[in-house]
């Protein structure tokens, strides 16, 4: 039996501004990724997303990234690792305290935006993000992109860790994600989303945006919250998953 997670990244609203479907999406996936304030998110969307899981009975991840409010966490910054570990229990810290609130599990942890991506690449980075998981709860689940460094962080440490891939992102011939500023970064047509995660799935293969077959096997799948298309995608992409026989589960029941 093949079993998959889908995620999404999510509780991405603060103050006035509201961003994503997310009590739509909430009925479509398994695992939340909740903003923790830094790129994203506010105590008010932060303590709302929490119970809103629970209510749902979806997995509750934390989503921390870079203090980059009005740059969406998107932005590089120039970090040491020291800066990233503390950033890293910072924001976990603060999701889990609402956690704690509703008397619900958080069960796993993923990086956002340019943090995300730096550690795909950046082992030093990856094994400061790591570090600062296990030491806070050393049973929680890491999640960052496949056959990057964060999974070699993470099992270097001694964590669980989680392989990613994107339904709504392209990739270059090197298996990262194609970087927002270029053309084509963006996968819009859902049937193009879903023919990539149906590839990878079945395949354990991807299409990079050049043409290059990429070797991919991921435990979960993210869509995007802030999309516009993200509820159309999670739908079609859990009924073309659940007709050919997949178990959507999140990764703390796997």
Known sequence: ?????????????????????????????????????????????????????????????????????????????????????????????????????????????????ALYNLAARDYRVAKAIAKAVYDFDSSLILVGLANSEIITAGRDVGLTVAAEAFADRTYTSKGTLTPRSEEGAIIERVEDAVQQIKQMVFEHELRAADGTIIHMKADTICIHGDNKAAVTFARKLRMMLTNAGITISSLSRM
């Open 1 to 113: 039996m093949t079993i998959i997670d889908i995620n999404c990244d999510m509780g991405e609203s603060f103050g006035a501004y509201t961003i994503g479907a997310d009590e739509e999406m909430m009925d479509l996936i398994s695992s939340a990724n909740i903003a923790c304030g830094m790129h994203a998110g506010d105590p008010n969307v932060m303590e709302q997303s929490v119970r809103l899981a629970k209510q749902k009975g979806v997995s509750i991840g934390a989503h921390p990234g870079f203090p980059d409010l009005s740059g969406f966490g998107r932005r590089m910054m120039d970090v040491t690792e020291e800066d990233v570990y503390r950033l890293i229990i910072y924001q976990i810290g603060a999701l889990h305290a609402f956690c704690v609130v509703h008397d619900v599990r958080m069960n796993h942890v993923k990086p956002h935006g």
